[in-house]
């Protein structure tokens, strides 16, 4: 792959990152209900998503169906608890930012500098480059919204390193669910991101982690 093909989606990324972000920070700003919906409308199409590339057999769609309700609908659940509750936009924007941060500086790096692997036979994107600036650059970004908004020493210090790891294993076992059903994306629906649940993959296991943090 050339440098060029390297950096070929990033007006996609960019142009999609310009068009929800607002839209997603609105509502987590504006909350209950709107936050609410929002926050089950992305956990239902990611929950579609992964049925629909799974072609899974019939008599296991039951069991499926079950897994994926751990998977995705818990941790959502989780995030419409965090935002509902005390300090709650202060908590979620401190998660998601460091969720963000964590994909994003991961991504950069990786394509900058990346020459190790993390796990070819599951991933032949990710390296131990980014991965290690992806973590470094959220702890940062993660302990500077922490002091912003007052939270917890306890909370500052723990929350973010927990949040970055959580999301790079995250984003390696959807990774490796995509590879099993020998898809790239969950879908097309965000460009140059594949799917919802392309973009929340590293969420999903971070946030019972972070719910368990701050309580």
Not at 25 to 41: D, K, M
Not at 172 to 183: A, C, D
Request: one cysteine or more.
């Amino acid at each position: 792959m050339t440098q060029s093909d390297k950096w070929a989606d990033v007006p996609q990324r960019l142009l999609t990152a310009i068009i929800g972000l607002p839209i997603v920070l609105a509502g987590l700003f504006i909350g209950s209900p709107i936050s609410t919906i929002g926050i089950i409308l992305i956990a239902l199409i990611a929950m579609f998503e992964l049925y629909h590339i799974s072609h899974i057999n019939k008599q296991w769609q039951g069991l499926f169906l079950m897994g994926m309700v751990i998977y995705i609908g818990i941790p959502m659940g989780l995030l419409v608890v965090i935002r509902d509750g005390e300090n709650g936009l202060s908590y979620t924007l401190l998660l998601l930012i460091t969720n963000w941060t964590t994909d994003s500086m991961a991504l950069i790096g990786g394509r900058l500098f990346g020459k190790h692997k993390v796990a070819p036979h599951i991933s032949s994107g990710k390296t131990w480059e980014g991965v290690i600036i992806g973590f470094i650059s959220a702890c940062i970004a993660g302990w500077l919204v922490g002091i912003l908004a007052r939270l917890s020493p306890t909370i500052i210090i723990i929350a973010p390193p927990m949040v970055a790891c959580m999301t790079i294993l995250g984003d390696l076992l959807e990774s490796r669910i995509k590879r099993l059903f020998h898809v790239k994306d969950a879908s097309q629906l965000l460009p140059g991101h594949g799917g919802f649940l392309d973009r929340i993959d590293g969420l999903l296991l971070a946030i019972p982690i972070f719910y368990l943090i701050i309580n």
